[in-house]
């Protein structure tokens, strides 16, 4: 190739699709806990859902997977699915959800540029739940890169944000 070739500024990963090994387990994670919504569900098999009515965002389905143990960690594969918030206070909303449900966590860290909370689904599917701060307030190194860390979260006092709001 003769010249390098970057992708457009507004270019974004539009969908994943996941393979699960019990479609109703799934959806209840996906949606009752964390609030997608089902836009369409194609039988037993398979369903696409999503987040404010678009086509879909997770495609959840059983075709090659139906009853099948999780992938091995030490395998090539997905590593985490990421699932962008708008802001900090929906991220608290979340959060305030997992931990009425009791559900475990993997991990929470601050990156600097976004705060993040870890955790698996059913399947054992990796899943991010971040929001991102403004860009403004990303750190920087002195050349003006971004220079990202990894430092721990704040849980309880993320979970302030959501307090005053009967956190949906």
Not at 105 to 116: P, Y
Not at 124 to 151: C, F, I, K
Request: with cysteine; glycine share 8%.
């Amino acid at each position: 190739m003769s010249s390098p070739y970057t992708l457009p500024p507004t270019t974004r990963i539009g969908h994943i699709h996941l393979k699960v090994a019990n479609l109703d387990r799934a959806l209840h994670f996906y949606c009752d806990l964390l609030g997608f919504s089902i836009m369409q569900r194609m039988g037993a098999d398979a369903a696409f859902i999503s987040a404010g009515g678009y086509h879909h965002h997770i495609g959840l389905n059983t075709w090659y997977s139906k009853g099948a143990p999780p992938a091995p960690v030490r395998s090539a594969g997905l590593f985490h699915t990421a699932i962008l918030y708008p802001n900090r206070r929906d991220l608290s909303v979340a959060y305030r959800r997992l931990v009425e449900a009791d559900y475990p966590i993997t991990g929470a860290a601050d990156h600097g540029v976004s705060e993040a909370i870890y955790l698996n689904d059913p399947d054992h599917n990796g899943v991010e739940l971040y929001w991102d701060r403004p860009t403004e307030l990303w750190p920087r190194q002195p050349d003006g890169s971004v220079a990202m860390y990894t430092r721990p979260l704040d849980l309880p006092k993320l979970l302030t944000e959501s307090a005053d709001a009967g956190a949906n």
